[in-house]
């Protein structure tokens, strides 16, 4: 869907090399737009007449067992970041496909199987190396620029090129998890299971909920940081229902829980929508389920529900820029499809759904998800007044005309 034109693509194997590619792009009047993993499908990271800072040969992962500590280049994946902890038994809140970037899932929250006992990814982060739009590298942290530590958390690429993560680590062995399929005629019934199992669920079980994945299913992953004996215990109402179309839950590894969403390949069209909810009645419940047996056919569109306890609800709202610490659910949907003629079909699917879910949303939806069509005023939103305000002195600090523009942008302060 997307057909952009940078002016310059430059790809960078080094700090020095994201130095180098800023004070070009400053010295020839590029905006400049910035690539990690290159898994968001808003696009940002191929703006129109911009200059890429492309991170793809920036993949290191470096671990420090005894400090519990893992420091990630600006171009890694999370499956190159796992692939490192886990060798120690270590581990911290990663995106739910491993070809997603470290960095732009970090910078705007970061959900995933770990929340719960982790936090978000952005709650793991410790500190960031990140290169300012006149080219200086700087270093912030609780300890030193801790204002642009609290803006980083949450705003993403607008402050700058972020060459480096430095994550904090915590031990993890054998997870009790995986899939478990109903039929898309269960959808409703699924959904208000798992919506009880997740109010009563300790911080150790996760649930996230795929409708129409696989075609014709609907799918609850489960990832559970605990015995088999307590998971069996604890997902006994969801295994009473019936039928089942394929119960694949089991005793597995971090990284088999990790595969478990199957990747998606490069060149199909994407459109994604939806908010924050602060719990998940009966009636968006009942929409939801209806919703997705109208999706539009010749695609494979799906509502995802991920569910958030834990951890992230007792994080300090007014500790990072991030926003988001009273909604219970996200829910978004994720339209996806190959042929353009059926652009606006699909488009419209995924709107409505976020229509339909609007009443029971908080402010905003998640910054990782919106699409390249998201107005001002959404953005502001999701921040709220004062942290909206606040951002935009930081943007003014940093960048001040505004180079990091490709993102959910937000405009420096006058």
Partial sequence: MLDRRPAEILVCSSVSDVVAAVRRARQTGLPISIRGGGHGVAGHCAGDGSLVVDLRGMRQVAVDAQRRVAVAAGGATWEEYD????????????????????????????????QGTH???????????????DGDVVQASSDGNPELFWGIRGAGANLGVVTGFEFSLRPLGALYGGEIDFPLSSGAEVLRIVRDLAAAAPDELAFQVVLGRRTAVSTVLVCFQGSESDAVELLAPLRRLRPVENDALRVLSYAEMQATNPLLPFGLRHYWKGHFLRDLPDDVVDATADHVAR?????????????????????????????????????????????????????????????????????????????????????????????????????????????????????PAA
């Fill in 83 to 114: 692939a490192a902890t886990q060798r120690f038994g270590l581990a911290s809140t990663g995106g739910t496909f491993v070809d997603t970037g470290v960095a732009g899932l970090t910078l705007g929250g970061g959900i995933g199987y770990l």
């Fill in 119 to 133: 936090g978000f990814a952005v709650d793991t982060l410790a500190g960031v190396t990140m290169v300012t739009a």
């Fill in 295 to 411: 999706r539009p056919e010749g695609g494979f569109a799906t509502v995802l529900i991920e569910f958030i306890g834990g951890v992230p609800l007792r994080v300090p709202a007014d500790s990072m820029a991030f926003n988001q610490r009273s909604a219970r659910v996200n829910a978004s949907a994720l339209a996806i499809w190959m042929d353009a003629a059926s652009d606006s079909e699909h488009v419209a699917w995924a709107r409505t759904f976020a229509t339909l879910i609007a009443p029971a949303a908080t402010e905003a939806e998640y910054v990782n998800y919106m699409t390249d069509d998201t107005p001002v005023d959404r953005v502001r939103a999701t921040y709220g007044d004062a942290k909206y305000a606040r951002l935009r002195d930081l943007k003014k600090r940093y960048d001040p005309e505004n180079v990091f523009r490709f993102n959910a942008n937000i405009r």
